[in-house]
C-alpha cells in the first residue's frame, strides 16, 4: 500500500478513536446525573464501572470473534451497538435506561478498542511507526474526551434550553458522530488481515502465563484505572475542598483533557526520538509526584497544576504498554488485544475512588489513585520491550 493510500485508509480508523473517547464523558455526566437523580457519590462512581466492567466481560469473547469476523467488521458492529445504545434516552428517559445507555456505550467501546487498534496494524506495516501512530490514535481520543463537557454544556444550553434535567441530549449527538464513523469506515477499502488460528477463551487467558504478558496487562488495568479515576474525582476535589459550583468545577477536567491530548500530541513526535520505554519511565515518575502532591496540598492553584500534570504525564502509557505487549506476540495480536482491552476494566476502579472519597474524603480518594500510579512505575522499570 503507498504512502498515500494507508493515509487516506488511516483516516477512518484514527477517527474512531474519537468515538472511544465518549466513555470519558461519564466524568462530568455523573455530576448531573448524580444531581437529577438524587444518588450519592459512591452511586455516581459506580456509573464509569457499569461501562467500563464490559471491557473484563467482552475483551476475550470479541478478540475471538475478531478472529472469524475481521477486524473492519468488528468496528463497525460496535460502532452499531453505540448508536443503539445512544438512541434510548430519546424513547425512554429514567434512571434506569440511563445506566442502560451508559451500559450499551461501554459495550460499543469495549468492542471497538478490542478491534480498532488491531486494525490499525492492517495500514500501519512499519513497526517503527506502530508505537506512534497508537499514540496519534490516543490524541484524537483524547480531543475527543476534552470536547465531551462541551458536548454536555451543548446539549444542556443548547438542545435542552438551559435546563440541567436535560443533559441526557448528549448521548444522541454522540451517537450521530459514530454513526457518521461508522459509515465512512465502512466505504474505505481496507485490506483484511490474514486469517489467525481462532484460539479459545482458555488458550487466551493462558497467555497470562508469560509474566511479560501478565505485567503488561496489569499495566493497562492500573494506566486505565488511573485515567479515569482522575477525570472522576477532578471535579470533586475542587467542590469538596475549596466549595467550588459544579460548572466551575467542570474547569477541571477540562484542564486534565487538555494536558492529556498536549501529551499524547508531544509524545507523538517524541518517541520517534526517544525509547518508548524510557520516555514511559520518566512520565510515570513525574506522574507519581504530581498524584502525591494533589493528595498531600490542599492549593486550587496547585491542584489544578497536579491535576493537568497528571493527564500530560499518563497520556502516552496505555498506547505504550499496549504496543510492548503487541510487539511482545505478533502472531497473537488478536488474542493479546483482547486481553490488553480486558485490563479497560481498570476504569471500574472509580468506584473505589468514590468510596474512598465516601469514607476517608478526597485525600482517600486520591490515595486510591496514587496507589494504581505506583504499580505503574514498577511495571515501567520492570518490564522489557522487543522493540
Known amino acids: 500500500m503507498s504512502k498515500q493510500n494507508t493515509m487516506w485508509a488511516a483516516l477512518p480508523i484514527l477517527f474512531a478513536f474519537f468515538v472511544m473517547g465518549f466513555c470519558d464523558i461519564v466524568g462530568i455526566s455523573s455530576d448531573y446525573a448524580a444531581e437529577a437523580f438524587g444518588w450519592s457519590p459512591t452511586m455516581a462512581g459506580l456509573i464509569p464501572s457499569v461501562v467500563f466492567v464490559w471491557f473484563f466481560l467482552l475483551g476475550i469473547p470479541f478478540g ?5 469476523i475481521g477486524r473492519k467488521n468488528t468496528v463497525l458492529l460496535s460502532m452499531g451497538v453505540t448508536v443503539v445504545g445512544m438512541a434510548l434516552p430519546l424513547i ?3 434512571s434506569t435506561m440511563t445506566i442502560v445507555a451508559y451500559a450499551l456505550l461501554g459495550i460499543g467501546n469495549a468492542i471497538l478498542q478490542v478491534s480498532v487498534n488491531p486494525l490499525l496494524q492492517n495500514v500501519v506495516t512499519d513497526e517503527k511507526l506502530l508505537t506512534s501512530s497508537l499514540t496519534a490514535g490516543q490524541v484524537v481520543k483524547a480531543v475527543s474526551s476534552f470536547v465531551g463537557p462541551f458536548i454536555v454544556l451543548m446539549a444542556t444550553n443548547w438542545l435542552g434550553g438551559g435546563d440541567e434535567g436535560k443533559w441526557f441530549l448528549c448521548f444522541p449527538i454522540m451517537g450521530a458522530v459514530t ?3 461508522g459509515l465512512w469506515l465502512l466505504a474505505t477499502p481496507i485490506k483484511r488481515e490474514p486469517s489467525q488460528s481462532s484460539s479459545g477463551i482458555g488458550e487466551t487467558l493462558s497467555l497470562l502465563g508469560d509474566k511479560t504478558i501478565l505485567l503488561l ?3 493497562i488495568f492500573f494506566a486505565v484505572g488511573t485515567d479515569v479515576s482522575t477525570n472522576f474525582i477532578s471535579s470533586k476535589v475542587m467542590i469538596s475542598r475549596f466549595d467550588f459550583s459544579k460548572e466551575a468545577a467542570g474547569l477541571a477536567p477540562q484542564v486534565y483533557f487538555v494536558c492529556r491530548t498536549v501529551g499524547a500530541f508531544v509524545g507523538v513526535f517524541l518517541m520517534t526520538k526517544i525509547a518508548e520505554l524510557r520516555y514511559f519511565r520518566i512520565n510515570i515518575v513525574a ?6 502532591l494533589l493528595a498531600a496540598i490542599e492549593n486550587d492553584v496547585i ?3 497536579c491535576i493537568g500534570g497528571i493527564g500530560f504525564c499518563c497520556s502516552c502509557v496505555f498506547p505504550i504498554v499496549y504496543a510492548i505487549a503487541l510487539k511482545t506476540r505478533p502472531e497473537k495480536a488478536n488474542e493479546i488485544s483482547g486481553l490488553m482491552i480486558m485490563a479497560v476494566a481498570g476504569g471500574t476502579v472509580s468506584f473505589l475512588v468514590g468510596a474512598a472519597n ?3 474524603g478526597i485525600a482517600g480518594g486520591v490515595a486510591v489513585i496514587a496507589l494504581e500510579v505506583l504499580y505503574l512505575t514498577y511495571c515501567a ?3 522489557r520491550s522487543k522493540s
Open 303 to 305: 491542584d489544578f497544576i
Open 64 to 68: 475471538i470473534l475478531m478472529n472469524r
Open 217 to 219: 496487562f496489569l499495566g
Open 287 to 292: 506522574c507519581l509526584v504530581f498524584t502525591i
Open 358 to 360: 465516601d469514607w476517608l
Open 381 to 383: 522499570f520492570f518490564v
Open 179 to 181: 454513526l457518521v464513523s
Open 92 to 94: 425512554h428517559y429514567d
